[in-house]
């Protein structure tokens, strides 16, 4: 939890250094994320050859093309631009209202999952949407340094956010053999994280336009240090997602969920702290109805999930270990990737061996 905690903060501060506005202001943030998913498809791709049986890699290598292509390029390119906004909103508005904006993304999710037909529309559900939306709308009215284009980015990040989270869900569940562990699931995705947030890079950003007149290319000693911080930010992410892979084996859901909340709560502080960052007692009350609602949302979405397995004839004491868990820490302010597993999969097919 501590190194979750920690990757998660430096991950925060890195992003925020690199490229806020009135700070690093490097000219080309989505080139740079392209090099962290380039490190993370790295990573998996190399844990799960080493080590199939405890990260997966013998499923993806036993993949057809036509399914890896199936869920890499749908599942790939919706996190990759939900990365791409979220980093270019940083650009614009500070570390704490990025967390808040953020924070709203299960209003997506969820409307996403009632679209596709994943969740059933239930009122309680619906409920604890506009409790969200209540304190968003109040987080966003409290903001003392209200940039418009960054708050657009980030609620567009948000969106997309609830899109990935429901795409990942509807992929994952149809593969047979399933995917073991987020290491195997990052391996899929990563290459079209890459590819995607690159392309978008060139067309957008043009970073050769950058290479002569920035900083960060004057001559061959900066260039040298640029190449250094992408790969401090990618090894962040890396770590953070390791840390947070260890902490999905080892805990429960409901302290991924409550670590979760003081995860975000612990950003906020930082983002006070170091960068100055001004609160109103209006975006803090608002702050704290979404992270109300959040925590509330996620309650009812395991009582739910737990139910409908009850009800199958399932025994009662798996139901938490059979739910579905968050890898939520990634969502918001890294380059990693969320990802929804289920526990008792992944331990039995480890007893299995």
């Known amino acids: 939890m501590l190194c979750w905690f920690l990757f998660s903060s430096l991950l925060s501060i890195y992003n925020k250094e690199m490229f806020g506005k009135k700070l690093g202001h490097f000219p080309c943030p989505l080139l740079m994320t392209s090099v962290h998913f380039a490190m993370q498809w790295g990573v998996s791709y190399t844990l799960s050859k080493i080590w199939p049986d405890r990260f997966g890699g013998r499923e993806v290598d036993e993949m057809s093309w036509s399914t890896f292509l199936n869920v890499s390029v749908s599942c790939g390119v919706v996190t990759s631009l939900d990365v791409a906004l979220s980093n270019l909103s940083m650009v614009f508005i500070t570390v704490t209202f990025y967390t808040m904006v953020k924070s709203s993304s299960p209003i997506f999710t969820l409307g996403f999952a009632f679209f596709l037909r994943i969740e059933k529309v239930q009122l309680k559900l619906l409920a604890v949407v506009g409790l969200i939306a209540i304190g968003e709308l109040l987080a966003v009215y409290g903001e003392s340094d209200f940039n418009l284009k960054g708050f657009i980015l980030c609620l ?198």
């Open 156 to 353: 567009s990040a948000s969106g997309l956010s609830g899109l990935r989270w429901t795409l990942v869900q509807l992929k994952l569940s149809k593969l047979n053999p399933p995917l073991q562990s987020p290491i195997a699931t990052l391996r899929v995705i990563a290459p079209s994280m890459y590819a995607t947030i690159l392309l978008v890079s060139l067309v957008y950003e043009r970073p050769w336009e950058s290479f002569s007149t920035s900083i960060y290319f004057s001559d061959f000693s900066h260039i040298v240090r640029t190449v250094l911080l992408a790969m401090l930010g990618g090894g962040l992410a890396v770590s953070m997602m390791l840390a947070e892979f260890a902490l999905i084996l080892k805990s429960s859901a409901m302290i991924l969920m409550i670590g979760g909340v003081i995860k975000e709560l612990f950003t906020i502080s930082l983002g006070v702290q170091i960068f100055d960052d001004v609160l109103t007692v209006t975006n803090m009350t608002g702050f704290g109805i979404v992270l109300a609602g959040v925590l509330l949302f996620k309650l009812s979405y395991k009582k739910n999930k737990g139910g409908d397995r009850d009800r199958n004839g399932d025994d009662i004491s798996s139901a938490e270990d059979e739910t579905e868990l968050e890898m939520g820490a990634l969502l918001n302010e890294s380059n990693a990737l969320p990802m929804v597993i289920d526990m008792k999969e992944v331990v039995n097919s480890q007893e299995g061996r």
